[in-house]
């Protein structure tokens, strides 16, 4: 995986920025250190348990003699992965966004009536929300008559989840389509304010039939924000997964500015789809495991169309 990608890779899913203790001293690494490991025992979902109890004694105590900044990232760093596990790191300020792989979603119509819509990683910096959100969901509703649509999530590394998912709104029931799990509650993540993140009206958006067959393309890549899009699908009659099992990076992360312009990126919850399923670490399975997804999707989306009563 390029280094690019791994970026993007565990970049925040809920991409909630907390400022909220930006006035804890920072003003020496001891202080540092003692804020980072405070923010990390509040929030992080696994700062809990003789593990962590056991790393966190032994970067306190290294912050008693410690004082190159360049080895307390690093010692954060590393306590941040038993903290919050695998997506959760220390982000440095980004200076060069030059090469950075913002892309606008892909649509098109595909033979036999189907859309397809690519849905590739986001987080605005190149590209606006609002040309991420539209160019998929005006497609969307200016091909309602589609036999099909086929949504393409791999290669999704993950950003905002935002726009991801508001613009596939026509193909999602109202409501609740994922949740938050945190160590103390869980957090509902509805259909409806995500669309007002993005500035659009739920009476304004016309809905798919349920009976629309939804193939969903996956592979190693899909991750984070990517994972989140997908499990909005499960458990709904009418879709259907295809290629290869996601990244496991399907968990919510918190992300809390430092003084220095490096900024604590700190998973803090589970991701619960609507069949009560939670995940996390673990890559999520496609109903189809196969290296010809589109094929594949097609050839079901085609066959439940002429099966039709």
């Known amino acids: 995986m390029k280094k690019l990608s791994t970026h993007l890779l565990i970049l925040s899913t809920a991409l909630a920025v907390s400022s909220c203790f930006m006035f804890d001293r920072q003003d020496t690494p001891k202080a540092y250190i003692r804020h980072c490991v405070k923010m990390m025992d509040m929030f992080a979902l696994y700062a809990e348990g003789p593990q962590w109890e056991a790393e966190k004694a032994q970067i ?27 997506h959760s790191f220390l982000l440095p300020p980004l200076k060069d966004t030059a090469s950075y792989p913002e892309n606008v979603p892909e649509v098109k119509m595909l033979e036999g009536g189907i859309a397809y819509v690519l849905l590739p990683s986001h987080t605005g910096v190149k590209v606006s929300d609002d040309i991420y959100t539209r160019t998929v969901l005006d497609f969307l509703q ?25 613009s596939l709104s026509p193909l999602l029931p109202d409501g609740t389509v994922l949740r938050f799990r945190s160590k103390k509650r869980t957090m509902p993540v509805n259909l409806g304010m995500l669309q007002h993140g ?22 190693s890549l899909t991750a984070s924000s990517g994972e989140a899009t997908l499990l909005c699908f499960r458990g709904l009659g009418n879709a259907r997964t295809f290629g290869g ?55 079901w989306i085609t066959e439940k169309w002429q099966s039709r009563p």
């Open 142 to 166: 200016e091909n309602m008559d589609s036999r099909g649509v086929i949504v393409d999530l791999r290669g999704n590394t993950g950003g905002n989840m935002g726009p991801m998912i508001a």
């Open 60 to 86: 306190l105590k290294a912050s008693e003699t410690i004082h190159d900044m360049d080895s307390v990232h690093t010692m954060i760093g590393e306590a941040l992965k038993v903290a919050g596990g695998k």
């Open 245 to 299: 099992p996601s990244a496991g990076y399907a968990s919510a992360n918190q992300v809390f500015p430092l003084a220095d312009g490096y900024q604590l990126v700190i998973t803090t919850s589970y991701d619960v789809a609507r069949t009560d399923e939670e995940f996390c670490d673990d890559p999520i399975a496609p109903d189809v495991q196969t290296e010809t997804p589109l094929e594949d999707a097609l050839a």
């Open 198 to 219: 993005q500035g659009l009206k739920s009476s304004d958006i016309k809905k798919f039939p349920t009976t629309t067959p939804l193939a969903i393309l996956t592979d």
